[in-house]
């Protein structure tokens, strides 16, 4: 009976301990994509001051600033969704990429102090995007490897927790990038 009971206790603070773990790395997996997040949000933040002053030089590239600008707003539209987020970053970022490689064309602009402080700030903010992607995959293979395996994946399956995929990269950022074709835009 008192064998019974201690193996009872014993079984219960393992499912406790089991519980309160995967409650900690879905909260970890949250936690990292708030820090992309707040990531992002600076970068986005360092859009109009970008589009200012990039403005006033690239005239002939109303096309690629209209677009980032519509791709700002729409990454502040409320209530979107951390998916739709990361695919307008993404989108951005493409956009963004083509409006360095076209500051080649204007010396004036590459001079200018203001947009090398903001190039510098883009470039730092991609590194900490970056960093902020490799601690929320980081999680996330821990969350994943702690509902697959046992006896984590029966208290995973009572809770209905599911996978979450990692974030990697599109076809298009893997591919390497190639000067002739960048410069022939």
């Not at 990454?75 to 990429?97: C, G, H, M, Y």
């Not at 204007?106 to 470039?123: E, G, V």
């Amino acid at each position: 009976m008192i064998i019974g009971a201690v193996i009872l206790v014993v079984l219960a603070l393992m499912a406790i301990s089991f519980y309160n773990s995967l409650i900690a790395k879905k909260n970890q997996v949250n936690n990292a994509f708030s820090a992309i997040d707040v990531m992002l949000k600076k970068r986005f933040d360092l859009l109009p001051n970008l589009i200012e002053t990039v403005k006033q030089y690239m005239q002939h590239e109303e096309r690629v600033l209209t677009k980032v600008v519509e791709l700002r707003s729409r990454a502040f539209t409320p209530n979107i969704s951390n998916e739709e987020k990361l695919d307008i970053d993404r989108q951005l970022s493409s956009a963004v990429r083509g409006l360095m490689v076209n500051v080649e064309s204007y010396p004036d602009l590459k001079a200018n102090q203001s947009f090398l402080n903001l190039q510098s700030t883009w470039t730092e903010s991609e590194e900490q995007i970056a960093a902020s992607r490799r601690a929320y995959n980081a999680s996330v293979t821990d969350y994943n490897n702690a509902i697959m395996m046992f006896p984590g994946s029966i208290i995973a399956g009572m809770l209905n927790y599911q996978q979450i995929a990692v974030l990697a990269n599109t076809e298009e950022e893997r591919k390497n990038i190639s000067a002739k074709e960048l410069f022939n835009n």
